[in-house]
């Protein structure tokens, strides 16, 4: 019995010490990225190729995903934050440098986007670029016809104009809730810097912003989506993906609303979503390798086919679907991209002004 009872307890012994270790030879990674943000094919892809699970999280806010970072132990191996974020985490110790002889396939990446990203992360030490696009005018084509006698609008003119924007406001006007995006456009829009930091130069653009006030119906970051597809506004100053999307939407739902997108000729904001790994990342072999994965060029092409966003990697352009490529508001050419222009984060003095130049602006007071 106590032979029987000893060779039990090794027996068990060796059963939990094979099931530890087989536990340890699991391989995984923990993402956290936007909503809707990528082809979920390549998620099973990757698992096929690495063996490696993929945990998948979304989230629908930079905020939020700040939020779990500043706290530390997110558990996340791989977060995709917007530029603005990146630069202000990188400052705060949230990421750890890329361990780039891991990443072969960095050489995919493309130099245009890549000099831009580097306003966030110099040298690009700390991301690689997932997606990107602009900040421009989207509007309802029909609507805009009737209104302004025509069907197309290439310039910011059409918004800080105050005469223009009149002839707007019946049919309605949505504009993003974000300092960041709009007064750079203001600023740009005046031939100033959109960088300016200089109290002056902020209140010229709040001068020309509150010029234009009394027709805007809305400051939302997100309503102009359905707003823009279902034909209830005809005019969002917003983010070039969200104005695809509600030119998705209106052609699903056949109801005759015709929705364009215009990179203003005078230049637009570029936004950047960058790849990187948290400082304290349980699985950072995982995460290199997931990063690297999605440099390929054939497998990132497939995301910027599923979510209808340029992506930073010039290899992967012979895989895009080519009504993609020659959307000039999905890639501009190369002279548009010319006055494109990247904003660094606010100092917190700055901040402070355009926080209170903003509320003034949205408040009309």
Request: hydrophobic share 40%.
């Amino acid at each position: 019995m106590i032979r029987k009872a000893l060779w039990l307890s090794a027996t068990s012994a060796f059963l939990t010490l094979f099931a530890v270790g087989s536990h340890a030879e699991d391989r995984v990674v923990n993402v956290f990225n936007w909503s809707d943000y990528i082809d979920s094919s390549i998620i099973d892809d990757f698992t096929k190729a690495t063996g490696i699970k993929v945990v998948y999280d979304t989230f629908d806010s930079n905020e939020i995903l700040e939020t779990k970072l500043l706290a530390g132990g997110s558990g996340y191996d791989v977060v995709v934050p917007s530029g603005n974020f990146l630069a202000r985490q990188i400052q705060a110790g949230v990421f750890q440098k890329l361990d780039k002889s891991k990443l072969p396939n960095i050489s995919n990446m493309w130099d245009t986007v890549s000099e831009r990203t580097a306003k966030y992360d110099p040298g690009n030490e700390y991301s690689i670029n997932y997606m990107w696009g602009t900040v421009g005018i989207g509007y309802n084509i029909k609507k805009v016809q009737t209104a302004l006698g025509t069907d197309k609008i290439d310039s910011w003119d059409v918004f800080f104009n105050p005469d223009s924007l009149a002839k707007l406001k019946d049919c309605g006007v949505y504009v993003l809730d974000s300092p960041a995006d709009i007064i750079p456009a203001a600023l740009k829009y005046l031939g100033l810097d959109p960088n300016s930091t200089s109290p002056d130069d902020i209140a010229k653009a709040e001068e020309a912003l509150l010029k234009v006030r009394p027709y805007i119906r809305k400051f939302h970051s997100s309503e102009y989506i359905n707003a823009l597809a279902n034909g209830d506004i005809c005019l969002a100053v917003g983010w070039s993906g969200d104005v695809f999307q509600a030119r998705n939407r209106a052609v699903e739902a056949k109801q005759g609303v015709e929705i364009g997108y215009s990179v203003p000729k005078e230049g637009a904001q570029m936004w950047f979503d960058q790849m990187a790994i948290p400082a304290d990342a349980p699985h950072v072999a995982e995460a290199l390798e997931f990063i690297n994965y999605m440099m390929k060029p054939e497998v990132i092409a497939k995301s910027s086919n599923y979510v209808l966003y340029a992506n930073g990697n010039k290899a992967s352009q012979q895989f895009i679907d080519k009504a993609l490529l020659d959307d000039p508001s999905v890639y501009p050419d190369a002279e548009t991209i010319k006055k494109l222009y990247t904003v660094s984060p606010y100092d917190p003095k700055t901040q402070r002004v355009i926080t209170r130049t903003w509320t003034k602006i949205v408040t009309g007071q």
